[in-house]
């Protein structure tokens, strides 16, 4: 046990993290919506039905996505755009999607590498994107969950307020369903922009995140 | 490596396990 902690502290620690958050989101999310309940003159409802209603799915989806989405245009962007002096960025004059010398796939794959990267087929074209690929399809998923989730919520809203439901695709062109979707894009490319620009001329000792104390502004790609 | 597959395993089934779970609340429309 002690050594499998010591392996995966990180996936470890940000999972308790995530799931302990989400209880937390459940339990803020419902007093949330029994003090409006109270306020319309409506019923409260149980923490077990808030916890499997839309409501509740479309707040968690609509972060899961621009998550997601984030990490996802991060991987791709970082394929060909540099930024000279930060350690999130390859070198100047890496940017492309490099050799298979570089790459270690098909011939020049090594005894421990992957089996898919060795074959030199469609196999090692598609686990050559794989991260991308599932990345990208868990950002489309959890945008998808949240139009549907969003529309239910909404609708909820409408019908409360005497005014007519809308369809899926109606919703999707809603103020709402942007909103809820780009107040969350929006402070992810600000971190994500924040992170590449700072870490050029700030450091923190010991994390891989950052360049090593002493290492140059200009130094780009310089493993902690 | 000890327990890494497993964990890589937690987390895909259990993005995989939100997403459908979210999917089907919207689609049955509770």
Redesign the interface.
Known sequence: MR??LK??GL??GF?LLFLATLVGQAISGHGSVNHDQLLHHGDPISLGHYV???LF??D??EN?QSEYLQFTLYIFATIYLIQKGSNESKKPGDAGRESDEEQLVGAHAQADSPRWAQLGDLRTTIYSNSLLL?MTS?WI??W??QS??G??AYNADQLGHQSAPVSWLSYITTADFWNRTLQNWQSEFLAVGSMVILSVYLRQRGSPESKPVGAAHGATATEG | MRGTRTMFIIYLAGIAGGLTYAIGVGLVGH
Do not use: E, H, Y
């Open positions: 050594a499998f392996d995966n996936s470890v999972g499997s209603s839309a799915w479309a968690v989806m899961w599932v868990i998923a959890s998808l969950a549907i989730t529309r239910i």
